[in-house]
């Protein structure tokens, strides 16, 4: 499979602006998840109230309020084992996503990563929202898939890295 940052018909001889726009479609979805990562893990290292055990808004008794109703409780016993080792775990596991998708650096394994975080908020925090596309985390789940798969083939370092070690191989895939 070949993955060139520059396709043939953004080089001169031009398709079209539609062949342009189906290149670059997931281009503002990248762009958000990692914004929106980036975000989530900052917002959860500056808030003093989530990383503490116990109080209002804490990660500790989010973890309690939800373990009953939680697809698997003993994922969230695990997390209150340690509730502020978790929170920053996660908080950091978001930065790290994030940064990763936005600029592209190891962005299969950065998707990897985001869709592993969503899929364990889904299956505790919000696995009682009814109806279940209420809760947003299995959307963010899906929304990483296509980055799992394909990764960042265009304006992203993957890409950079990718066609150096192509030009340093004489142009060989």
């Not at 990563?113 to 929202?129: D, E, Q």
């Amino acid at each position: 499979m070949r993955t060139d940052t520059y396709p043939p018909y953004l080089q001169g001889g031009g398709r079209g602006w539609r062949d342009t726009a189906r290149h670059y479609a997931l281009l503002p979805l990248r762009i958000f998840l990692g914004v929106t990562f980036i975000y989530a893990g900052i917002d959860k290292l500056t808030d003093s109230a989530f990383m503490k055990d116990g109080g209002a808004g804490s990660i500790g008794d989010t973890m309690r309020a939800v373990r009953d109703s939680s697809a698997i409780p003993a994922l969230v016993d695990l997390a209150l084992k340690n509730p502020v080792g978790f929170g920053y775990a996660i908080a950091l596991g978001e930065l790290a996503v994030g940064i990763g998708a936005l600029i592209g650096l190891l962005t299969r394994l950065a998707a990897l990563g985001g869709a592993l975080i969503s899929l364990s908020l889904w299956l505790t925090v919000s696995w009682a929202s009814d109806p279940y596309y209420y809760g947003n985390d299995l959307i963010y789940l899906m929304a990483w898939l296509p980055f799992v798969l394909a990764g960042a083939p265009y304006l992203s370092l993957d890409a950079l890295w990718h066609n150096r070690r192509r030009q340093r191989a004489g142009g060989l895939d």
